[in-house]
């Protein structure tokens, strides 16, 4: 098995500014090499898909304009079965066979551990990889 390299770019969009300042801070303190853009706007977000071309997204799973299903939806071929993990506050969420469908590769519960949340997204980024090694 090969060495599995990080993503370079990540794009999170939540609705709440502590969750993407924590998200942002931690990778900023942990790994310098994977850039975060984050933003709390579906508009922005939509836009900055097509511009930063990330390589993994990070969404969170229920908000008040458009959850992270419809999210994706309107993504349509913008992404490029780009990887999803979601964030939920929402304790009973576990990873779907439906979310699997739609590009989902895990789900991150809120509140997050800011000095685990880099290793949590890493393994999951890994674990996704590694699949398309098989």
Same mark, same amino acid.
């Given at each position: 098995?090969?060495?599995? @390299?990080?993503?370079?770019?990540?794009?999170?969009?939540?609705?709440?500014?502590?969750?993407?300042?924590?998200?942002?801070?931690?990778?900023?303190?942990?790994?310098?090499?994977?850039?975060?853009?984050?933003?709390?706007?579906?508009?922005?977000?939509?836009?900055?898909?097509?511009?930063?071309?990330?390589?993994?997204?990070?969404?969170?799973?229920?908000?008040?304009?458009?959850?992270?299903?419809?999210?994706?939806?309107?993504?349509?071929? @913008?992404? @490029?079965?780009?990887?999803?993990?979601?964030?939920?506050?929402?304790?009973?969420?576990?990873?779907?066979?439906?979310?699997?469908?739609?590009?989902?590769?895990?789900?991150?519960?809120?509140?997050?551990?800011?000095?685990?949340?880099?290793?949590?997204?890493?393994?999951?980024?890994?674990?996704?990889?590694?699949?398309?090694?098989?």
């Amino acid at each position: 098995m090969s060495k599995i @390299n990080p993503p370079k770019g990540i794009l999170h969009l939540d609705d709440d500014q502590l969750t993407l300042k924590t998200f942002f801070l931690a990778f900023e303190k942990m790994d310098k090499e994977i850039f975060v853009k984050s933003t709390d706007s579906v508009d922005e977000f939509l836009a900055l898909v097509g511009s930063f071309k990330p390589d993994l997204i990070i969404l969170d799973l229920k908000m008040p304009d458009m959850d992270g299903p419809d999210v994706i939806s309107s993504l349509s071929g @913008n992404i @490029n079965k780009t990887p999803i993990i979601f964030l939920t506050g929402k304790t009973q969420v576990v990873m779907q066979d439906a979310y699997k469908k739609i590009g989902v590769i895990g789900v991150i519960p809120k509140p997050f551990d800011p000095m685990t949340v880099v290793d949590d997204v890493l393994a999951l980024w890994a674990k996704h990889r590694e699949s398309l090694e098989d």
